[in-house]
């Protein structure tokens, strides 16, 4: 007999298992880069939640089960970028930082009101030619100082605009 699974629980299951136990999410900053490799512009989706709000977000998801956390990024990157945004994920990512994402606020400056979450955040480099797709509705590139703005900040959700100033600082780009 040959295995079909593929990893994905069914709605019941998954919610069963975020009231039990941690689940790991992989948090992408899409970022371009210039000829020095210096980040110069980096890419915001914009998406309405669930109660309508339109927020900026980064490319994030969960890492399936059997999944390497590398084919989990790319993944998710071409899901959210499409197919042609040529991501340039190294053989061995490492992330810059590990975000934990609580359901009740305050503690941690993550907060995922369905879940504890523990998060592997990557800044990617991305080439090619990005089209937001599944729920995104469209993808903007901000220069780092746009990013770290308050407006921009506050449109972020669950801590991400925290995520993505992390981020900003690890590539020597907070202003």
Not at 38 to 49: F, K, P, Q, S
């Amino acid at each position: 007999m040959i295995e079909t699974a593929s990893g994905w629980l069914a709605p019941d299951e998954l919610e069963s298992m975020r009231a039990r136990m941690p689940i790991l999410y992989v948090d992408a900053v899409p970022v371009r880069v210039d000829d020095t490799g210096t980040v110069t512009r980096i890419g915001l989706l914009l998406r309405i939640g669930p109660r309508g709000k339109v927020s900026r977000a980064l490319v994030s998801g969960r890492v399936l089960h059997r999944e390497r956390v590398r084919d989990a990024l790319l993944r998710h990157l071409e899901k959210d970028l499409g197919p042609v945004a040529l991501p340039r994920v190294p053989a061995s990512p490492q992330p810059f930082t590990i975000a934990e994402y609580f359901p009740e606020p305050g503690v941690t400056p993550y907060h995922d009101s369905r879940q504890h979450a523990v998060s592997l955040a990557y800044v990617v480099p991305v080439a090619g030619d990005c089209r937001p797709r599944q729920d995104a509705l469209d993808l903007v590139w901000f220069t780092p100082d746009e990013a770290a703005s308050p407006v921009v900040q506050q449109e972020m959700n669950g801590g991400q605009g925290n995520l993505l100033k992390q981020a900003l600082a690890y590539v020597g780009r907070l202003p």
